[in-house]
């Protein structure tokens, strides 16, 4: 076969695909933002654009950005207003049939969309793919692979208690969207928990088995005041589920059980988030 008409079917095949639009919200991360976004060019799945929201950053993003001569990324440059404006910036940019979304200092491994892809196509009643991860805690390189339950009728169960979706690993349909809304920018931090409870009320949900996200931790762990409005926002996001009928009232011990944790001194809640951050396999 000629060259030329390889080229042509590849070039076919890849307009024959369904578009992925991958949203990578960032604020002063420069020097992780280049690795995250060769991640994303060196997938298997090439059907993609990359929307970039620079969400008010001060150090040389855009110098990295203006490195890439790739027609697939996106830029954009807003005020600060914070991770959810920025992410809201992009869903509405986005132009794929489905969106990916990547933190700016997370990695995707080369296969992560083609393996989400396959499964959505497979499984048309689920709105929210996520995968497992690999867990790179600062500088030491301490590498832990967790991987969370995979079946709807479990995760439908356990969302509640906990949060069992890597941000960095989520695929959503885009007309998801349009049916739920978008992040609500009212919360400050568990803005992503608020969203796949709301999601999960209307769709079936999944992970899939495999670790194919790379997801960065401090091991300082997260500030007293961080860590406050975390555990805040996802109780009011459990709250909000609840009043709405998408879990009995009965599971209100979840909330009560969350205040608890809540009002406990913060070093003990470090305690507990380091034990549940080396934890490996969610059941």
């Known amino acids: 076969m000629r060259r030329d008409s390889i080229i042509f079917l590849k070039e076919y095949m890849i307009n024959y695909e369904s578009k992925i639009s991958i949203i990578i919200p960032t604020y002063n991360q420069a020097e992780y933002l280049q690795e995250a976004v060769d991640s994303v060019l060196n997938q298997t799945y090439k059907n993609i654009e990359i929307i970039i929201i620079d969400d008010g950053s001060t150090d040389n993003t855009l110098k990295v950005v203006n490195s890439f001569n790739d027609n697939k990324i996106i830029f954009i440059q807003q005020r600060n207003k914070g991770a959810s404006s920025a992410r809201n910036t992009g869903i509405k940019e986005a132009n794929g049939e489905y969106i990916a979304f990547l933190d700016s200092d997370d990695l995707w491994l080369k296969d992560k969309l083609r393996k989400q892809i396959d499964f959505m196509r497979e499984n048309q009643k689920v709105g929210l793919l996520g995968t497992g991860c690999f867990q790179v805690i600062d500088t030491n390189k ?12 479990i995760l439908q169960k356990d969302l509640i208690k906990y949060n069992p979706f890597i941000q960095s690993s989520v695929m959503v349909r885009k007309n998801v969207f349009n049916d739920i809304g978008l992040y609500d920018e009212k919360f400050k931090e568990s803005e992503d928990y608020d969203l796949w409870l709301r999601i999960a009320q209307k769709y079936k949900i999944a992970n899939l088995k495999q670790a ?37 009232k009965s599971y209100y011990i979840y909330i009560l059980k969350s205040w608890i944790f809540m009002k406990m001194p913060f070093f003990i809640r470090r305690i507990v988030r380091k034990r549940l951050l080396n934890k490996k396999f969610y059941n």
């Open 142 to 153: 301490m590498i832990y692979k967790k991987i969370f339950p995979h079946k709807n009728e």
């Open 212 to 248: 194919l996200v790379t997801k960065k931790y401090s091991k300082a762990g997260l500030s007293k005041n961080k860590d406050s409005k975390q555990l805040y926002f996802a109780l009011k996001a459990r709250k909000n589920a609840i009043s709405r009928k998408q879990y009995p």
